[in-house]
């Protein structure tokens, strides 16, 4: 089962996100970590950069792979994945940029940049925590409805709709958000041996539902992760408000053993 976590807030969510990946890094120096753009994260990556301080981490070692990219936009733009994935969590962490990889939306080598961006992970011998947020639609990284449940890292054309929500970031002229993209697929994102999905917000009750209680389906991308063996969703009580199950999460979450974990 997807464990579903419900949480007062985004702050509270960081917390279980940073303990849980602060004991991988102090377990395994080297680990690879999963990294997503959006502002679901943004708090996990804090409240990460905060434990790594106050442990005294070294991450030095710790290796990273984006979910995915905007085509055709340089990658020095603020709105690039790149640039974003620096500033929320390269710097904040003091990672090294060099061990932290972000999809090539070069236009000029996309047709080949997806393969190479999953042999790189599989070189560094696969992903150990991947963080994800969910789009309105369902999407994770940008697979958006009807993307192969099996896909790999590749080329795909955004939906309008994501272009609609992603225009905030462009001035809210969504003329200026790209058309294409290059993600991780589905298939490359349920290679990863632990998945955390954070969602909050009314906006996003919809999709979590249909993700976590709805049929597994290419319509609902989210939904995949009720094939992983180890997901974990956390939401706050907006976002889980059209979970039929949630009484149970509760309870189910307030009886774990601590040693468990995430
Ligand atoms: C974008 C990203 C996704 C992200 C989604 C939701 O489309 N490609 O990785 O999950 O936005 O964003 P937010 O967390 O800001 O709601």
């Known amino acids: 089962m997807t464990e579903v976590i419900i949480v007062r807030d985004e702050d509270e969510a960081g917390g279980i996100y940073a303990r849980c990946v602060g004991d991988l890094i102090a377990r395994r120096p080297d680990c690879v970590l999963g990294l997503a753009t959006g502002s679901s994260p943004l708090a996990a990556y804090r409240a990460l950069a905060a434990l790594v301080r106050e442990r005294g981490l070294d991450v030095s070692r710790v290796r990273g792979f984006a979910l995915d990219e905007y085509v055709g936009l ?30 090539d939306g070069d236009p000029a080598g996309v047709r080949d940049a997806g393969r190479r961006y999953d042999e790189a992970i599989g070189r560094a011998g696969g992903v150990d925590v991947q963080i994800l947020g969910v789009g309105t639609d369902g999407h994770i ?49 349920l290679r990863a041996r632990h998945l955390v999905l954070l969602a909050f917000g009314e906006g996003k009750a919809e999709a979590v539902a249909e993700s976590v209680e709805g049929g597994v389906s290419s319509f609902c991308p989210a939904s995949a992760l009720q094939l992983h063996p180890h997901a974990t969703v956390i939401v706050d009580e907006a976002a889980a408000s059209r979970l039929r199950n949630r009484d149970y999460y509760r309870y189910a979450y307030a009886h774990k053993p601590a040693w468990q974990g995430i």
């Open 141 to 189: 990284g940008f697979n958006e409805p009807g993307s192969s449940l099996g896909s790999g890292t590749r080329l795909k054309t955004l939906a309008e709709r994501t272009r609609i929500d992603n225009a905030r970031f462009f001035d809210g002229d969504v003329d200026r958000v790209p058309t294409h993209c290059i993600t991780q697929g589905i298939g490359t994102i």
């Open 74 to 103: 340089d990658p020095g733009h603020p709105q690039s994945y790149r640039s974003t994935i620096d500033r929320t969590v390269v710097r904040p962490l003091g990672l090294d940029p060099a061990l932290v990889h972000v999809p």
